[in-house]
């Protein structure tokens, strides 16, 4: 099947081409002739099904050519990053129609958003901060909204944005259609379906909570202070260039970045404290291959779209374990493959417990391979640091910045035994 069979125009045709598309993907094929016909859909899709232009094109074609000033068709997403992407993918599929696609999202200036308003909107793309505040400003007008879409529905319930939604549900024209798309279903998120679709077309692209089969996923139990050395250690000895790691916190985030740049390797952290503007940068430059290592939170990783990305990082396991699933389908996007490493330490059993029972099936755990551990360089003083499981005794001297590595042999005492760990703390890396 090609696009030409999905019912498109002629100009959306030409740009999914100039895209370099062959082929429709699953999601395309069912949900495209769905949307067009008028339907409402609910889709299961992973992240990287190619679900955006499943529905960015038909909604493109259902608009037809500019009308008024106020926008016909919205599209709600949890974060700015995926936002900004819906949107630039509806302005390149657009781009041989006259359409106008604006995005209005939160964390920059209003200013230039309110004039793109202004200067008219067909598709408006937008987290649901920035909207109530422009609606309820009456810079915005919902009046004339035909099509509304959830973007990563799941998330956004995640983000606790449930409230946002059901206020923005409130300020549309009830006859519409709806199209609602998540990764993982949970109860919540099949109430706000019932709530929202009409005799929805449901689709279900891959199984449902289930991670892509191309991505290879490979478990380390861990000390929590050797993860570092590890995640130096795999990036150097896999010769990975592109790897995305996930850390539960913004803090976390900037530690860890810290430390690997102390590694020598180029990294940068992305997460929700930092200014739009770095985060562009960050995400660009991960792009351009300028940094090896994205260093990023749950939130601000939610909607990146990284073409084949080959590795992502659990530095730490996500609480929620549907977001093991989000997280690591940021690598074998769109038919390409990937590998998918989680750093385990002993207190995080129960979550790697919980991520399997979502899977139903328990992940490869893979042997610790030999790593270095070394003192941080930014030390002012740097510590000497035993090998894991070292005896007394084995202790390297002190050494002036940076300390130079100790081997790690085999696995931590603290793996074989819940209890305290065996290295007296004072002599564990920091
Ligand atoms: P999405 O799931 O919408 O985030 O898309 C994931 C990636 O797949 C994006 O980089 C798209 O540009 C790409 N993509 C979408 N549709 C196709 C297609 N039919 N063939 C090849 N790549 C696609």
């Known amino acids: 099947m090609s696009f030409s069979d999905l019912g498109l125009v002629p100009g959306l045709l030409r740009a999914v081409a100039e895209k370099g598309y062959a082929t429709p993907t699953t999601i395309q094929r069912q949900a495209i002739p769905a949307v067009l ?12 099904t190619g679900k955006t232009a499943a529905f ?14 106020a926008p016909r068709a919205l599209v709600l997403t949890p974060t700015r990053e995926l936002a900004a992407q819906v949107a630039a993918s509806a302005t390149d599929y657009g781009r041989h129609t006259a359409l106008r696609t604006r995005v209005i999202f939160g964390g920059v200036s209003e200013r230039p958003q309110i004039e793109g308003l202004r200067a008219g909107c067909d598709l408006l793309v937008a987290t649901p901060g920035r909207l109530l505040d422009l609606a309820q400003q009456r810079l915005l007008d919902l009046c004339q909204v035909r099509c509304c879409v959830l973007d990563e529905a799941d998330r956004m319930l995640d983000m606790g944005f449930i409230r946002d939604i059901r206020r923005i549900l409130g300020m549309l024209p009830p006859e519409r259609q709806n199209l609602m798309f998540s990764a993982t279903y949970s109860q919540e998120i099949r109430e706000l379906a019932a709530r929202l679709l ?8 891959a199984a449902r909570n289930a991670t892509a089969d191309r991505i290879e996923q490979q478990v380390y139990h861990v000390p929590k202070d050797h993860k570092r050395h590890l995640l130096v250690h795999l990036i150097g000895s896999g010769n990975w260039q592109q790897v995305l790691v996930f850390t539960r916190t913004k803090h976390g985030a900037n530690r860890l970045t810290e430390q690997l740049q102390g590694s020598g390797i180029r990294a940068a952290a992305i997460h929700g404290n930092k200014s739009q503007g770095a985060r562009v940068r960050a995400l660009g430059d991960f792009k351009e291959n300028r940094i090896t290592a994205l260093v990023a939170t749950e939130v601000a990783a939610r909607g990146l779209d990284i073409r084949e990305l080959p590795h992502v990082v659990n530095y730490e396991l996500p609480h929620v374990p549907e977001d093991y699933v989000h997280r690591i389908g940021r690598t074998a996007r769109a038919g390409s493959s990937g590998s998918a490493v989680s750093l385990v330490s002993a ?35 740097p510590q000497s640091v035993p090998a894991a499981g070292a005896r007394r ?12 590595p100790a081997r790690h042999r085999r696995p931590h005492p603290s793996l074989r035994s819940s209890s305290a760990p065996s290295i007296p703390r004072a002599r564990r890396p920091v």
């Open 56 to 69: 960015v094109l038909p909604v493109l074609q259902r608009l037809g050519t500019p009308q008024g000033s």
């Open 347 to 381: 207190d995080e059993t129960p979550l790697l417990r919980d991520i399997e029972r979502l899977l139903q099936r328990s992940l490869p755990v893979a042997p610790l391979p030999t790593y270095a551990v070394s003192a941080p360089a930014r030390a002012a003083v």
């Open 393 to 404: 005794g084995d202790l390297h001297r002190p050494h002036r910045s940076p300390a130079p």
């Open 198 to 205: 009409r005799k929805p077309l449901a689709i279900e692209v």
């Open 37 to 48: 016909a008028g339907r409402d859909v609910l889709a299961g899709a992973q992240t990287g």
